[in-house]
């Protein structure tokens, strides 16, 4: 295991079009995040999961977006009819229940032209 | 409403100097509050907890609830410090949904 993998590392992709992105956590963790990070900004939280449950929702996360983590393994974040402002970096997170902190993956970084 | 301040974008110290970055946080209860560093070309790190009272290379980070305040202290700065530091606030222990800062560069001159 070789820590949060994150797939694809770039995209870049026309408005309007939909992109999905994937996370592979630590398998032994069953909490996974999503953040989005913008430029000159930290990364604000977009969602959460507990094994298969999605527990949290940040009001950042449109109705274009979707996360699902249907087997409490990897996990998707689809967004739908991309916007510009959608561009961004991309993170994924995981922990244990009662951890100390979280590990990132490296990110997708999404650029809508 | 939760929320995290590191008033620094950019810090710039000489090697072997002292080092402060600022943090400063708003909630109404009793957060967890991180430390996270990201280095040139590596993904965001946990770099210290407040409740581990740790010195984590040779970094140390005391809650001060007067002041909502965990700022992140070295007394000699070295060249590898040279990251993108976060300041980071969880609503309760056990690490749920973390509130980050804008985060400060922070850059060690030879």
């Known amino acids: 295991d070789t820590g949060v993998s994150q797939d694809p590392r770039h995209k870049i992709t026309k408005r309007g079009q939909n992109v999905t992105f994937r996370c592979d956590p630590i398998?032994?963790?069953?909490?996974l995040y999503w953040y989005r990070q913008t430029l000159g900004q930290g990364p604000e939280f977009l969602t959460y999961?507990?094994?298969?449950?999605?527990?949290?929702k940040s009001r950042l996360l449109s109705d274009r977006f979707s996360a699902e983590r249907p087997k409490g393994s990897f996990s998707t974040l689809e967004i739908q009819r991309t916007e510009q402002g959608d561009s961004a970096m991309y993170l994924c997170?995981?922990?244990?229940?009662?951890?100390?902190?979280?590990?990132f993956g490296s990110g997708t970084r999404l650029t809508v032209v | 409403a939760q929320r995290v301040t590191q008033p620094e974008k950019l810090l710039s110290v000489f090697k072997g100097a002292p080092v402060e970055l600022k943090c400063n946080y708003s909630?109404?209860?009793?957060?967890?509050l991180f430390w996270y560093v990201q280095y040139s070309r590596q993904r965001l790190q946990l770099l210290l907890r407040?409740?581990s009272r740790e010195s984590i290379k040779g970094f140390t980070a005391d809650l001060n609830k007067g002041e909502t305040s965990f700022h992140l202290k070295k007394p000699f700065a070295q060249e590898e410090d040279s990251a993108m530091y976060y300041c980071?606030?969880?609503?309760?222990?056990?690490?749920?949904?973390?509130?980050f800062g804008q985060g400060t560069r922070l850059t060690i001159n030879p």
């Open positions: 407040h409740i």
């Open positions: 909630y109404s209860g009793s957060p967890e």
């Open positions: 997170a995981s922990s244990q229940t009662g951890g100390h902190g979280y590990t």
């Open positions: 999961f507990q094994n298969e449950a999605q527990l949290e």
């Open positions: 398998s032994e963790h069953n909490r």
């Open positions: 980071a606030l969880s609503p309760s222990q056990g690490a749920q949904k973390l509130v």
